[in-house]
């Protein structure tokens, strides 16, 4: 645990946890019983605290809600055979949280405050890690600007959080996904390696007229000539070709996940030939048509793996294989590593 930060705890008098329905959990709707907060002013960051999970308040001019300057990350929280808590590989998350604050002129956080935050709140609410093999404490942290100010300019103050919420197994059915072939979620020289609130709310759109198709979420595919596949919805895409785990190479137009790191790693481990690189649609669509193609599938953290049952390419539904042998088989060896039923030889989890 970082212990060096010095943060004001103020535990709430009336704790929410005995009450919550653990066996009937909705994704996002409560939140756990604490929040941590930090604020950047005057070049600095201070007053870190931890406070009753609760509204805040500020003026209608700060620079967030108008220009955007607002990132995020995602996370989670599992209870170990033990008795302990272990967080999924939350180091990577604190570096990719500053990659994006860089892009967005934001702020840099030190790791005291991300990772010293981090453990005192996952600490005081650990019973808001659900028991539940499968389960986990969903944890966002956030920052965005706070300045209350209508020009535009890189904000001089922010505020960073980090709030929980219990989430249950994500059971996915195979999804159906649909080939974008006109708009796009991020461009070369954008912003779609970092994870900021903008690219969410620009992807809502063309998600929205997929499931009116009928469709789970989209394969987006490059900008500039709609040739390359980039990622699949929120998560990075993968696909398994003749037995080779075959995935797009990162860019700055495609999110660095870590789950899509963690299987890649998996997948070496288990001495699987693994090749990043440029994935085209036609690639794919060849694959399939040849029967080559054995399995396809997106990784994040919300769903860790969502196996792709049909994709659709101009106007016509082709069908994945429905055996699949790679993606039950690496879920479960993550699931093991997260809930601690198996060793971590590469050091993965943070334990609380
Ligand atoms: C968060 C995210 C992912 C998945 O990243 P993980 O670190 O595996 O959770 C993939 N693509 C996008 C666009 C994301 O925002």
Redo the contacts with the bound molecule.
Sequence with gaps: MVETLNIQLQATESPRYQTFDFSNITFGKVCADHMFIADYDNGQWQNAKIVPYGKISFEPSIAALHYGQSIFE??KAYSNENGGVNIFRPI??FK?FNVSAERMCMPQIPEEIFMGGLSQLIDLDRNWVPKKHGDSLYIRPFMFATDEFLGVRPSNSYRFMIITAPAGAYYTEPVRVKVEMHYT?SAEGGT?FA?CAG??AGALYPSLLAQKQGYHQLLWTDAKEHKYFE?SG???AMFIIDNVLVTPSTSDS???????DSVIQLAKDWGMQVEERKVSVEEVMKAIEKGTLNEAFG????ATIAPIATIQYEGIDYELPESRSFAPKILQALNNIKFGLTTDTHGWNFNI
Excluded: H, Q, S
């Excluded at 990784?299 to 919300?302: D, I, L, M, N, S």
């Design positions: 995602g996370m990577e998350n990719r979620r779609g994870k690219n969410y990622e929120t998560m990075n495609i999110l660095k996940g870590i789950t899509r990784v994040g953290t919300a």
